[in-house]
């Protein structure tokens, strides 16, 4: 089974920064992508961005990331990140990565088959 650890979440204020890592451990299949989602209180999990699993590295974004987030890879140290700058309140939430068996799946939550255990992001004044 893949392991997923996230780790890098916390509290700001509105505007501030965060740098979110994905550790990948213990891997015995050829995963694809790898996904950032979150999930706030009393809705349902949402994707944010994906890499590609393929050396090309494309990404995609959620509409509503506007610009404000980068998701990047380091292959050799098997860590997938997502910077989040400028956040907002509604960025609030659980952050997951997870790891797709297909190589550019996008991000709807039911083509990933590993997760991580999460990482709370609260962005409050």
């Known amino acids: 089974q893949l392991h997923l650890v996230e780790s890098g979440g916390g509290v700001v204020q509105p505007g501030e920064s965060l740098r979110l890592s994905c550790a990948a451990s213990?891997?015995?299949?050829?995963?694809?992508?790898t996904g950032w989602f979150r999930q706030a209180p009393g809705k349902e999990r949402e994707g944010v961005a994906c890499?590609?699993?393929?050396?090309?590295?494309?990404?995609y974004y959620a509409d509503f990331v506007e610009g404000r987030f980068s998701i990047s890879r380091d292959s050799a140290d098997n860590m997938v990140y997502l910077q989040m700058n400028d956040l907002k309140p509604e960025d609030t939430g659980v952050y997951y990565c997870?790891?797709?068996?297909?190589?550019?799946?996008?991000?709807?939550?039911?083509?990933?088959?590993?997760w991580g255990q999460g990482t709370q992001v609260t962005v409050s004044s």
């Open positions: 890499i590609s699993g393929s050396s090309d590295g494309k990404t």
């Open positions: 213990n891997g015995n299949w050829n995963h694809g992508a």
């Open positions: 997870a790891a797709s068996k297909w190589m550019f799946p996008g991000i709807s939550p039911n083509v990933y088959d590993y």
